[in-house]
Nanobody, 117 residues
Framework: QVQLVESGGGLVQTGGSLRLSCAAS????????MGWYRQAPGKQREFLAR???????TYAASVKGRFTISRDNAKNTVYLQMNSLKPEDTAVYYC???????????WGQGTQVTVSS
């Protein structure tokens, strides 16, 4: 049973950067695609980025060019580098396993990102 733990969130000013990590307790190197999502207060959970087990990324239009997803299968960890952050990026950020666009789960506890204006 894979468990996911997100970390790296925090408070940052507009234009700043953060690097989120998603550590898996089990292996993610076999067939799992991995995805990052976020949920702002009062809003639905939103897809941000996905990376295949072959490290091919896909991004939502809202973050393309600012966010970069990567993975290190040897460390069972997926990363989300976030640059040029905006106040509207404020949310709880989650990672999960996917098969293409289908969320397989589980979800981690999330990590809070707050961008001040």
């Amino acid at each position: 049973q894979v468990q996911l733990v997100e970390s790296g969130g925090g408070l940052v000013q507009t234009g700043g950067s953060l690097r989120l990590s998603c550590a898996a307790s089990g292996s993610i190197s076999s067939t799992n695609d991995m995805g990052w999502y976020r949920q702002a207060p009062g809003k639905q959970r939103e897809f941000l980025a996905r990376i295949t087990n072959g490290s091919i990324p896909t991004y939502a239009a809202s973050v393309k060019g600012r966010f970069t997803i990567s993975r290190d299968n040897a460390k069972n960890t997926v990363y989300l580098q976030m640059n040029s952050l905006k106040p509207e990026d404020t949310a709880v950020y989650y990672c999960t396993r996917t098969i293409g666009t289908i969320v397989v789960g589980p979800w981690g506890q999330g990590t809070q990102v707050t961008v001040s204006s």
